[in-house]
């Protein structure tokens, strides 16, 4: 009797042990059921210029990081962001839809009169990539700038994303931030726990990445890494500076130092996903939100003429690097005009998720096109709408139109820097490109919201600028 008791223990015992490894391993199955579906890392530098990361030939700014990114990925050397100013820039990359459709044309900053501040933030209507990715599963992060609108409604809380640390405005001071601050001080918002005082924000940034990536490990997540460098203010750190003592110019040293520190902060996130053994299972993107702002922080958009704020090439062309060793060729260079909208329906897609027809996406999923699978090319066109200025690009050619001249037309092959307007040479080309543009332009929304108009006529002198279309030579770190 008591051996058959003891039997029984032994084998209620085992039962037991048994269902809790089954608990466990269907518990370890659920949340990687789940393997198959990548996580995201969105990192967005803030104003970074075209020609200053190693891989696009800077001369002068190492970024080694950055570099392996693109060496071990994929690279557009033709790739685009749908505005040349943060806000719409990123309402287009979050939603895959060119922001004028849903009138975001202009940049984030007061109130105009007139209009309703209720409105002053992305459209509550669209979607963004973390709202799309939530019923597939995935839990969504925000560090970092947000500029999508300050009231409760536009907060990225309230757009899809489980946690925020970060900030609501379009820039932020690197080395301060207090409790009651407002502006570049502004105190860093957090939904998970106390904020530390920042430090250096740049690494901050870095070092909350790391700590999301480590916490969610175990379940798909997407990570919108929204850095704020190489952005004003202009702020380094002394070390950072003294790598680059060899710059003369002071902004463009402290330029230099800025992308040093986010270069590192990327080789950070890097190296957390090869620690937990994620990086076959990560798509990490890597983009600028706009061209650089060469008067503002000494940026160079080589061989690009133009700069932020502006439809030339130097506004609106950017760094873009798609990694994902294990299932992207490594250094396979994709050399067709690419869009920052063509992220949101890829993420979707690689998610296992349907792009439909109602979600009037304006990008495609990338995928068939860099794997070969479809040999035709994801854009006919690209066409921007920037407040007084748009322009369009087919296939080589690509017109700007602005107000207080006639339309400048670039054939890009064989004029790179925009520096050859042909409108009046190819008159029939300038009138079809011309009335494509006038036919989008107006059936857009009013905008719902305007900046002040002094940036109007700031975007005009701004076409008329000089600008620096070569890397720069002997100034060796
Ligand atoms: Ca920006």
Same mark, same amino acid.
């Given at each position: 009797?008591?051996?058959?008791?003891?039997?029984? &223990?032994?084998?209620?015992?085992?039962?037991?042990?048994?269902?809790?490894?089954?608990?466990?391993?269907?518990?370890?199955?659920?949340?990687?059921?789940? *393997?198959?579906?990548?996580?995201?890392?969105?990192?967005?530098?803030?104003?970074?210029?075209?020609?200053?990361?190693?891989?696009?030939?800077?001369?002068?700014?190492? *970024?080694?990081?950055?570099?392996?990114?693109?060496?071990?990925?994929?690279?557009?050397?033709?790739?685009?962001?749908?505005?040349?100013?943060?806000? /719409?820039?990123?309402?287009?990359?979050? =939603?895959?839809?060119?922001?004028?459709?849903?009138?975001?044309?202009?940049?984030?900053?007061?109130?105009?009169?007139?209009?309703?501040?209720?409105?002053? !933030?992305? /459209?509550?209507?669209?979607?963004? &990539?973390?709202?799309?990715?939530?019923?597939?599963?995935?839990?969504?992060?925000?560090?970092?700038?947000?500029?999508?609108?300050?009231?409760?409604?536009?907060?990225?809380?309230?757009? !899809?994303?489980? +946690?925020?640390?970060?900030?609501?405005?379009?820039?932020?001071?690197?080395?301060?931030?207090?409790?009651?601050?407002?502006?570049?001080?502004?105190?860093?918002?957090?939904?998970?726990?106390?904020?530390?005082?920042? =430090?250096?924000?740049?690494?901050? @940034?870095?070092?909350?990445?790391?700590?999301?990536?480590?916490?969610?490990?175990?379940?798909?997540?997407?990570?919108?890494?929204?850095?704020?460098?190489?952005?004003?203010?202009?702020?380094?750190?002394?070390?950072?500076?003294?790598?680059?003592?060899?710059?003369?110019?002071?902004?463009?040293? *402290?330029?230099?130092?800025?992308?040093?520190?986010?270069?590192?902060?990327?080789?950070?996130?890097? @190296?957390?996903?090869?620690?937990?053994?994620?990086?076959?299972?990560?798509?990490?993107?890597? &983009?600028?939100d706009n061209g650089g702002?060469?008067?503002?922080?000494?940026?160079?958009?080589?061989?690009?003429?133009?700069?932020?704020?502006?439809?030339?090439?130097?506004?609106?062309?950017?760094?873009?690097?798609?990694?994902?060793?294990?299932?992207? +060729?490594?250094?396979?260079?994709?050399?067709?005009?690419?869009?920052?909208?063509?992220?949101?329906?890829?993420?979707? @897609?690689?998610?296992?998720? +349907?792009?439909?027809k109602e979600d009037h996406?304006?990008?495609?999923?990338?995928?068939?096109?860099?794997?070969?699978?479809?040999?035709?090319?994801?854009?006919? #066109?690209?066409?921007?709408?920037?407040?007084?200025?748009?322009?369009?690009?087919?296939?080589?050619?690509?017109?700007?139109?602005?107000?207080?001249?006639?339309?400048?037309?670039?054939?890009?092959?064989?004029?790179?820097? %925009?520096?050859?307007?042909?409108?009046?040479?190819?008159? #029939?080309?300038?009138? %079809?490109?011309?009335?494509?543009?006038?036919?989008? +332009?107006?059936?857009?929304?009013?905008?719902?919201?305007?900046?002040?108009?002094?940036?109007?006529?700031?975007?005009?002198?701004?076409?008329?600028?000089?600008?620096?279309?070569?890397?720069?030579?002997?100034? @060796? /770190?």
């Amino acid at each position: 009797m008591q051996k058959k008791v003891f039997c029984l &223990i032994i084998l209620l015992g085992s039962i037991s042990l048994w269902s809790q490894v089954g608990h466990n391993l269907s518990k370890k199955n659920t949340s990687r059921s789940a *393997t198959d579906k990548p996580n995201f890392i969105l990192i967005v530098a803030d104003d970074l210029g075209f020609g200053d990361v190693g891989f696009n030939g800077s001369t002068e700014i190492k *970024t080694p990081n950055i570099d392996n990114l693109a060496y071990s990925g994929v690279r557009f050397p033709q790739g685009y962001v749908s505005s040349a100013v943060c806000s /719409p820039s990123r309402a287009g990359l979050l =939603t895959g839809i060119n922001q004028v459709e849903f009138g975001q044309d202009n940049n984030l900053s007061s109130n105009q009169p007139g209009f309703d501040p209720e409105f002053l !933030g992305m /459209p509550v209507t669209q979607k963004t &990539i973390a709202d799309r990715l939530k019923p597939l599963g995935y839990v969504s992060g925000i560090i970092g700038k947000w500029h999508l609108g300050y009231k409760p409604q536009f907060h990225p809380l309230k757009r !899809g994303f489980d +946690e925020f640390w970060g900030y609501l405005g379009g820039s932020h001071d690197y080395f301060k931030s207090t409790p009651k601050g407002s502006g570049h001080t502004a105190p860093i918002q957090c939904n998970y726990k106390t904020p530390s005082p920042i =430090t250096y924000i740049t690494d901050d @940034k870095g070092n909350e990445c790391v700590d999301f990536i480590k916490r969610h490990q175990a379940e798909p997540f997407f990570l919108y890494a929204a850095f704020n460098a190489p952005h004003a203010p202009m702020q380094a750190t002394k070390e950072d500076l003294e790598l680059y003592k060899n710059i003369k110019d002071k902004k463009r040293r *402290t330029y230099a130092a800025m992308i040093h520190r986010l270069d590192v902060n990327i080789g950070k996130i890097v @190296k957390t996903l090869d620690k937990y053994g994620l990086k076959d299972n990560t798509l990490i993107v890597f &983009i600028s939100d706009n061209g650089g702002p060469c008067d503002v922080n000494a940026s160079i958009n080589a061989p690009y003429r133009g700069q932020k704020g502006i439809l030339l090439e130097g506004g609106i062309h950017v760094p873009y690097i798609l990694n994902w060793p294990k299932t992207l +060729e490594s250094g396979k260079v994709y050399d067709h005009p690419v869009s920052s909208l063509d992220l949101a329906p890829t993420f979707v @897609k690689l998610a296992g998720g +349907e792009i439909k027809k109602e979600d009037h996406f304006d990008g495609v999923n990338l995928f068939p096109y860099i794997t070969g699978k479809d040999t035709s090319l994801p854009h006919q #066109e690209l066409k921007w709408h920037f407040t007084i200025s748009a322009a369009i690009r087919e296939g080589n050619w690509k017109l700007i139109s602005l107000p207080d001249r006639l339309p400048l037309l670039y054939y890009l092959p064989t004029d790179v820097s %925009e520096q050859n307007d042909v409108s009046l040479k190819n008159i #029939e080309k300038t009138k %079809e490109l011309l009335k494509k543009l006038g036919d989008w +332009e107006v059936r857009l929304p009013h905008p719902v919201f305007l900046e002040g108009p002094n940036w109007r006529k700031r975007q005009l002198s701004l076409y008329d600028k000089e600008y620096q279309l070569t890397q720069p030579v002997n100034n @060796k /770190p």
